[in-house]
């Protein structure tokens, strides 16, 4: 059973509930780095793997204790070596729940800017103690008469089920002056949380702008929901004593800069995002608060998805349905203004 707490502290009139949110795991796929020593550093990309799990009755979605084939798929990114012969590729894996059967296989050749997958698919098993929902990472060694590189790839787990809601039973609960209150959320069912919603219901404190609040997992892992936040008391009094003379301001709120080289690779049924982070944002202490995803156009309604943080560097789309989509981002800063697009890549 998986435990979620709400914890609240306070500093002098004050209350903090404490965070946690479980993140999804996010999906990396860099342009490929050199392998090491005096080889040539062959310019290529890893266009995601394609992933067959036979006599599943779940489809092509690797469960733990499923056997599988994968192929990946390379693409020539060097004009200047506009084919790459004798290509060949060994796949390896850090995680110690993954068995290659099959991890070596030979490549056609790869022709520039071609996605091209190996000859004969690689082959593994997943053990069945392995944590379903986690990403498994590969590693592809690719070898050509013209150099090497090393490629990642990642292989996605089980199928995300529905959404489901638990609601607290702890009651009222008084939030101590100076202290931490936590309310304890238990959740019946276990396994890896991919998206998570709070809602918080009615709170009353005398100054309500002193309160934090946070949801924290049993890991530990930890979210702040709100902080310093409200007014002053329900009486109307000022905390900080008599009001200043009142005075005009104004400043243009400039949007952050875009990010740049967005890549879209396919992982079976879902669609991996990368990109490299927004140099940031022109206003002082102005910072990038979150990444929006556009999927199928850039207007409003093409508002697809957001990620959790603004240091997010990827995007896993899950509910792809099979189908090719065109994505742009944007980069959003802390005061909501938006850089422009970047995009469309197509997948």
């Known amino acids: 059973m998986l435990r979620r707490s709400l914890l609240f502290s306070s500093r002098p009139r004050g209350v ?21 020593g005096d080889a040539v550093a ?9 992933v067959t799990v036979s006599g599943s009755s779940h489809g092509n979605v690797v469960w733990p204790g499923d056997s599988f084939s994968v192929k990946t798929s390379v693409e020539n990114g060097d004009p200047a070596q506009p084919t790459l012969t004798g290509a060949r590729g060994d796949l390896s894996s850090p995680a110690s729940g993954l068995s290659l059967t099959q991890a070596s296989s030979t490549f056609p050749d790869l022709q520039f800017g ?21 990403d498994v990472p590969l590693s592809l060694a690719l070898s050509a008469n013209q150099g090497s590189a090393q490629l990642p790839y990642s292989i996605p787990t089980g199928s995300v089920g529905p959404k489901q809601s638990y609601d607290s039973t702890a009651g009222t609960q008084a939030i101590p002056d100076n202290g931490t209150l936590t309310s304890v959320l238990h959740v019946g069912n276990t396994g890896r949380v991919k998206h998570l919603s709070v809602r918080i219901g009615n709170i009353q404190h005398t100054y309500d702008a002193d309160l934090r ?30 009001a200043s003379p009142t005075v005009t301001a104004s400043q243009t709120n400039r949007p952050p800069l875009p990010p740049t080289n967005l890549l879209a690779s396919n992982n079976g049924s879902s669609t991996t995002l990368i990109w490299t982070a927004s140099p940031g ?4 202490g102005d910072h990038i608060a979150f990444y929006r995803i556009y999927r199928d156009g850039v207007a409003y309604a093409n508002r697809y998805d957001r990620t959790g943080l603004g240091t997010d560097t990827s995007y896993v789309d899950t509910r792809t349905g099979g189908m090719p989509h065109s994505y742009s981002i ?7 203004a ?3 697009l ?3 890549v197509t997948r």
Request: with cysteine; proline share 9%.
């Open 281 to 284: 944002d022109p206003d002082a």
């Open 330 to 336: 944007t980069a959003v800063d802390t005061q909501l």
């Open 213 to 242: 609040i946070e949801l924290v997992a049993p890991d530990g892992t930890s979210a702040t929901l709100v902080n310093g936040q409200g007014g002053s008391d329900p009486n109307g009094a000022k905390r900080e004593g008599a």
């Open 342 to 344: 970047l995009g469309p």
């Open 338 to 340: 938006e850089s422009p």
């Open 16 to 36: 903090r509930l404490l965070r946690g949110a479980l993140a999804a795991a996010a999906l990396a796929a860099p342009l490929a780095a050199a392998a090491p």
């Open 42 to 50: 062959l310019t290529v990309q890893p266009r995601g793997a394609t």
């Open 114 to 134: 071609t996605p091209t997958a190996n000859d004969t698919a690689f082959a593994g098993t997943l053990a069945a103690a392995a944590e379903c929902g986690a």
